[in-house]
C-alpha cells in the first residue's frame, strides 16, 4: 500500500504555485487581495515607506522601498523560486492620480508619474512573468495627453501576450462602493479574462451591511475599542451644516446663510455631493484619499452628524477588521490612513483577480 501511494504521487499533476511581485503596493490591497485567492506574496515595491509595516505585516511579502525607475528584471527574476509549474505574477497599479479627471487640466504636472507605466511595461519586457494585471482608474483609457494604456497593451502584445482590459463597476462583484476601475489581464499561455460578475443590483452589498453595526459616534469623538473609528471634529459651521443635511440630501437643502460662496457659482453648482450624507441600503461612494472629511464628497454619515471614520472607509474598501494598519494602533495617523485606504486597490477586487487567473491557469495547462 505504501509503495503504490508513493507512485501515485509522483504521477500525480504538481498543483501550481502562484507567486506575485507586486509594483505601486502601498499597504498591500491588492497582494492581500491575491493572498486571499491562495497566492504567494514574495514582495512589493512602493515609494512610500511608511506602507512597509501594513504590507509586511499583512501580506507576507517583503516591502522594498523603491522607485521603480531603478528596479531592473534581474531583481525581480531572483525573487521567484525555481520550483516546477510556479505562476509568475508580476502586479502593478501605477499611481491613477494623473489619470483623474481634475488631471487633464494639469497634464504638465503629471507627466513623470504617467510614464510610470512606460516603466511598468519595461519591467515586463526583462521578466516576462507568466502574468500581468493592472488597475487603474477608467479615465486613463480616454487621456488624451498620451496613449498610455493602448502603449502598454501595444508592448503586452509584442510580447505575446494575450490581453484582456476591461471597465469594473465594484458593486458587481460585492465591493460596495460605486467605484469604477480599469482592470487588465494579460497571459503568455492563453486568452485569459476576468470572471463575469458575482451580484447584480439586486444583491449589492449596501453600506448598511458593512458599517451598520459600528458603534455611533460624535464628532469628534473616538471609540475607545478601535484607534480607527475615530470621526474628525467639525467647526462650528459645518455641525449646522450636517445637521441641515437630511437623509441622502446635501449642501443644496441647506438655508441660503449655511451655502459657501462658491456653490453659489455656476462651477461650484456642479458639485452636487460635497458636503452629503451616504444612504443605508445602496453601496457607498468611491472612497477618496479625503473620505473622512465632510467637505471632500458624499461622506457624510446616513444618520450621525459627522463624516465617516477611517475604520468605516477601511470596511468600504473591503478591508478586513483586523488589517493592520500601524505598529503603534493606540496612536494612529488618520490623515495616513485616510491616504492608504482611499490609494488602496480593494483587497476583494485583488481576490477577483487572483480567482480570475486561478480559473484562467486551470482551463489552459
Known sequence: MIAKEHKDSKTRKLKPRFEVVDLFCGIGGLSYGMK?????????????????YAYETNTGGRFNYRDVNTIIGEEINKLYSKRKNTIRVLAGCAPCQPFSSYSFKNKQKDSNKYDLLYQFGR??????????????VTQILNFKAKPVLQDFIDKLKSLGYFVDARPVYCPDYGIPQTRKRLVLLASRLG??????????????????????????????????????????SLSPINKKRIKATPYGG??????????????????????????????????????????????????GHPEQNRAITAREAALIQTFPLGYKFFEDEKNVSIVKASRYIGNAVPPKLGEIIGISIKTHINQTI
Open 250 to 299: 446635501g449642501w443644496r437643502d441647506w438655508p441660503e446663510e449655511l451655502k459657501l460662496k462658491c456653490h453659489k457659482t455656476e462651477k461650484g453648482a456642479s458639485f452636487g455631493s460635497v458636503y452629503g450624507r451616504m444612504v443605508w441600503d445602496k453601496p457607498a461612494p468611491t472612497m477618496t484619499t479625503q473620505c473622512t472629511g465632510l467637505g471632500n464628497g458624499r461622506f
Open 36 to 52: 486571499t485567492a491562495g497566492f504567494h506574496i514574495l514582495a512589493g515595491y512602493d515609494l512610500d515607506w511608511t506602507c512597509q
Open 123 to 136: 519591467l515586463v519586457e526583462e521578466v516576462r512573468p507568466d502574468i500581468v494585471t493592472m488597475e487603474n
Open 191 to 232: 486568452e485569459i479574462k476576468l470572471i463575469p460578475p458575482t451580484h447584480n443590483k439586486k444583491n449589492y452589498v449596501t453600506l448598511r451591511e458593512v458599517i451598520g453595526d459600528l458603534p455611533p459616534l460624535e464628532n469628534g469623538e473616538c471609540s475607545p475599542y478601535d484607534p480607527l473609528h475615530r470621526a474628525k
